[in-house]
């Protein structure tokens, strides 16, 4: 049998390093043992490739795919994991050789007996839209009330709302389980979850994105609207609901959501009249960009429903490409203050300008990184993903209380990973879920600050605007204020043939942990800058390279599993720009060229395993 991409270095690159990774000088070796695996297999099978274009790597992982969902705290989610009620939804069953140590409401035992205003309750699966929360900076803060848990009613709690949406008294105090977020338990059951990842810092979706591109919330400065998106004025002066602490040049903290200076949509499509935020420093697309490490984001309506005409001066609209959630309500697809590239001039795409073609993407060209979800299937498709890639879903199926909910996110997560395990690149991809904040959802755990703030002014209820807790911790990083964390703890699941199985990991980590893992993996360099990426919590406990898993875990749109297999290789098909209506075929319906026998699997493991353990050794 021959073993083609089980190796750490691959493709070459558009330009030569100055220094040699470990992957290539591990080649030799793999070469000679991959000569002597196959000499020994009988009968001989064919050779399994995927192709596309990718860099070197520290690890299997040539492909990692952040999916960057909306607003959910880990108890929300996981309060009784893997114990599900099983009288409405979709059936759960756990595996017997599910982990018993996991922290959630259930094990902690406070599902009956809780020091809040009101007790957790089960969410069915008919109650899938609620009411939005508070998940504002300081609130959050005083909520978590230094690590008690116990006034999330009095200040996160979304009271009464109104329409279809489900509301009780202390909502925020409410979870589903494995019934209604089925695809997630269930991905958790086949691949690896921890239960001690919190936001980077506290705050609503803008930090959380900003903190997941950068580590960095420090370096925002407030822009005139009406000077345009290629070059946005400041204000004459800093804005505070767009920067919190300024200094002398009006730059400071993110802390809100303001839309991004560079981004034709933002504003309602520039019908509105507020500041905007534009943020000066570096992010990971940088610091990719560098390294000639192919990346994109990938965002539902992104491609505008009115593309720009090319006149200076003139913008592209977003408003015109919508879904309908759960509740049949009709939802602008795209989100300018979920898209964190879009604040910072080095990354972004201001008039949502298409690839020229599916060869460009991941690479420098017209839309500067910053893509459709459409070009996502299609480079999947074409067997060009690129090295990272960060995925983010229309509105409607975010996962946002007030607008979306987990019945939406479920059938995007679903369709979504379907398509890339069934893609040509799965045997070397790592998909990562992760969470921008906790929408200020209940949540029982509590880290500690390890970066204290501040923050002048008056938060919730006439107190400071950081809580007792946050002014007494560490000295703020850099001297920039506003930045306490980590803050709420929120799901995080790594699925890959290279993950381990139904695990729970206790290692702490957050939103910038994902930041290490890809600095990591292709050796680049830090953020910097006072950047939290240095301070993260590694990814790696949640891997096990030595013993590769091998899965192909399918999954039906309401999370139950469809078919659990080997991998397999996909032949590539020849794809080509859309308009971003619609994602073209699914990724399981592409002719499958050839399946790796379970034998092979395990050969080809073998030798990643044996080349894995010599690394470790070397590292020391």
């Known amino acids: ?33 991959a000569t002597a695996t196959a000499a020994a297999a009988s009968p001989p099978a064919a050779a399994v490739t995927f192709p596309g274009d990718w860099t070197e790597t520290e690890s299997p992982i040539e ?99 109104s329409g279809r949406l489900f509301g009780e008294p202390g909502l925020v105090m409410d979870y589903y389980d494995g019934n209604t977020v089925t695809a997630l338990w269930n991905y958790a059951q086949h691949y690896a979850l ?53 200094d002398a040049d009006g730059t400071g ?79 602008i697809d795209y989100s300018p203050h979920h898209e964190p590239f879009q604040y910072y001039r080095s990354t972004a795409n201001p008039h949502h300008l298409p690839p020229r073609s599916v060869a460009e993407i991941g690479h420098d060209g017209q839309a500067n990184h910053q893509y459709d979800l459409t070009d996502f299937d299609a480079a999947l498709r074409a067997g060009r993903l690129p090295a990272v890639s960060f995925l983010k879903a229309p509105a409607a199926r975010d996962g946002h209380a007030g607008y979306s909910g987990p019945v939406d996110e479920q059938r995007f997560l679903v369709e979504w990973i379907n398509r890339i395990q069934s893609a040509p690149q799965w045997g070397s991809t790592a998909v990562v879920i992760a969470y921008d904040d906790s929408d200020g959802w209940y949540d029982h755990a509590y880290a500690a600050p390890r970066n204290g703030s501040r923050l002048g002014g008056t938060g919730p209820h006439g107190k400071p605007l950081d809580s007792p807790a946050c002014r007494a911790g560490p000295a703020a990083a850099g001297g920039h204020a506003g930045r306490c964390g980590p803050g ?32 990591w993996n292709w050796d680049t360099g830090p953020i910097g800058g006072s950047s939290f990426d240095a301070r993260a919590g590694s990814l790696l406990n949640m891997f096990d390279f030595a013993r590769p898993n091998g899965k192909r875990v399918l999954l039906n749109a309401d999370g139950s599993v469809r078919s659990v297999g080997r991998i397999s290789a996909v032949a590539p098909v020849r794809t080509k720009i859309t308009d971003g209506a619609s994602p073209g075929p699914p990724a399981t319906a592409l002719r499958t060229r050839v399946a790796l026998a379970a034998g092979g699997t395990a050969m080809c493991g073998g030798v990643a395993a044996l080349l894995w353990r010599r690394r470790t050794r070397r590292r020391g």
Not at 18 to 30: I, K, Q, T
Not at 229 to 242: I, Q, S
Not at 489 to 512: C, F, G, W
Request: a positive charge; glycine letters at 10%.
């Open 253 to 331: 903290t993110i802390l809100n959501d303001p839309d991004p200076a560079y981004d034709d949509c933002s504003n309602r499509d520039r019908t509105g009249r507020g500041a905007l935020a534009a943020m000066t420093g570096r992010n990971i697309g940088d610091v990719l960009g560098k390294e000639d490490v192919t990346w994109g984001w990938f965002q539902g309506g992104f491609r505008p429903s009115t593309p720009w005409d090319g006149e200076p001066g003139h913008h592209a609209r977003c408003s015109g490409r919508t879904h309908a959630n759960a509740g049949g309500t009709r939802v």
């Open 488 to 519: 709420p703890r929120q799901p995080l699941l790594v699925i890959s043939p290279y993950s381990k199985v139904n695990a729970v990991d206790h290692t702490p980590t957050e939103q910038t942990s994902i930041l290490r893992f890809i600095e």
């Open 194 to 246: 921890n239960d001690r990842s919190f936001s980077t810092t506290y705050g609503p979706s803008t930090p959380g994105a900003i903190n997941l591109v950068s580590g960095q919330t420090h370096g925002v400065v407030s822009t005139d609207p009406a000077s345009g998106t290629e070059r946005p004025r400041r204000t004459a002066k800093p804005d505070p609901r767009v920067v919190a602490a300024p």
């Open 1 to 33: 049998m021959t073993c083609t991409r089980i190796r750490f270095g691959t493709r070459t690159r558009a330009r030569a390093r100055s220094r040699p990774r470990r992957g290539a000088r591990l080649g030799a070796a793999f070469a000679v043992l």
């Open 63 to 161: 492909h990692l795919v952040v999916v960057f969902d909306e607003n959910v705290s880990f108890d929300h989610y996981f309060a009784t994991y893997p114990r599900a009620a099983n009288t409405d939804g979709t059936r759960f069953e756990a595996s017997r050789a599910t982990p018993a140590r996991i922290d959630n409401l259930r094990t902690a035992g406070l599902l009956q007996r809780n020091p809040n205003q009101y007790p957790p309750r089960r969410l069915s699966s008919r109650q899938a839209l609620t009411c939005d929360q508070n998940h504002s900076y300081g609130p959050e803060q005083y909520a978590a009330n230094g690590g008690k848990a116990d006034k999330f009613v009095q200040n996160t709690d979304s009271g009464k709302c």
